[in-house]
């Protein structure tokens, strides 16, 4: 473990004077949650987002997202971009990725028209076919139209890897679930904002238009967790959507997590939750 440990050190530092590498927490490319583990009683406004694994006909999780009414979810566009609606499917209710909860079919999704990958508008609409029944494992999370600052207390959540290295984005889906490289239980971070000049320092001068960084040291998001919330812990309001970071997780390199700031796009948002 220690090795391991001190081995993955020497591969941070590489990668950091590398000037550091992002990638997307997406699909096998994707970042998960270094940190603890939870129940969806704790985050009923957690979805996980499914995609069919052709070799035996199973849904594998790849990306988390929030429920945002009984018809929509909204995740990061790098989780949906090039899947064609009948490839994905939602689960929610559950703690556990592949057992219980309810799958939803999707209708539609949205991606915003400015996205671009690692840069900007990392945010996506999932609209359902059928309405979601509430209870108190499936509820929906209201979002912050406030800027959020530095130093504020936030609470990250999802399915995605809980060990500090991402998987190659070669593998296939049928390779990630077989040795089950994702959590099968829900896993909580706690984890604080930074303002966007520290973030920019420590992604060495990196342009953050409608972004919002979070950094703690040895917790963070990682492959899997994409698109999943964030959420501050005083008005318990969405703030956040998972998007990129380093391809180590878990803030040992010093590079924060980058998430899409929810604030940035309460008027997109609303126009497209509005109608269904
Ligand atoms: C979507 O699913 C079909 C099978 O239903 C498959 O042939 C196709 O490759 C999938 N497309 C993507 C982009 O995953
Ligand atoms: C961050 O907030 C905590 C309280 O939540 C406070 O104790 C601490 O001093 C703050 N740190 C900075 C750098 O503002």
């Keep these: 473990m220690l090795t391991r440990c001190l081995l993955f050190l020497i591969v941070s530092v590489i990668v950091l004077s590398k000037s550091a590498e992002t990638s997307s927490f997406l699909v096998m490319n994707d970042h998960k949650i270094v ?21 035996n006909g199973q849904y594998v999780h790849f990306c988390g997202g ?12 790098h989780c949906l971009m ?42 996506g609409i999932i609209t359902l076919v059928d309405p979601l029944e509430f209870n108190d494992k499936v509820q929906p ?35 990630i679930s077989f040795f089950r490289l994702y959590p099968k239980d829900l896993q909580i971070a706690q984890l604080r904002t930074i303002s966007n000049e520290e973030c920019s320092r420590r992604f060495l001068g990196k342009e953050l238009r409608t972004e919002m960084c979070t950094y703690v040291w040895s917790k963070g998001a990682c492959a899997g967790d994409s698109g999943g919330p964030v959420v501050n812990m005083d008005q318990n309001l969405l703030i956040g959507i998972v998007s990129y970071g380093s391809s180590n997780c878990g803030g040992y390199t010093g590079v924060p997590d980058v998430h899409t700031r929810v604030s940035q796009f309460t008027s997109w948002i609303q126009e497209r939750i509005k109608i269904y």
Excluded at 146 to 161: A, D, F, K, Q, R
Aim: net charge negative; glycine share 10%; charged share 15%.
């Design 66 to 77: 929030s429920i945002l009414t009984e018809k929509h979810i909204v995740t990061a566009a």
């Design 82 to 123: 090039g899947f064609p609606v009948e490839n994905i499917t939602i689960v929610v209710g559950t703690s556990t990725w592949d057992v219980g909860g309810v799958r939803h079919a999707v209708q539609k999704y949205e991606i915003h028209e400015k996205y671009e990958m690692l840069e900007t508008c990392d945010i």
């Design 35 to 55: 940190g603890g583990q939870t129940t969806v009683e704790g985050a009923p406004y957690q979805i996980s987002l499914q995609g069919l694994d052709y070799n």
């Design 141 to 175: 999370i209201a979002f912050n139209d406030e800027y959020v600052p530095g130093n504020v207390s936030c609470i990250l959540t999802g399915w995605g890897y809980t060990f500090p290295l991402r998987a190659p984005s070669f593998l296939p889906y049928w390779f």
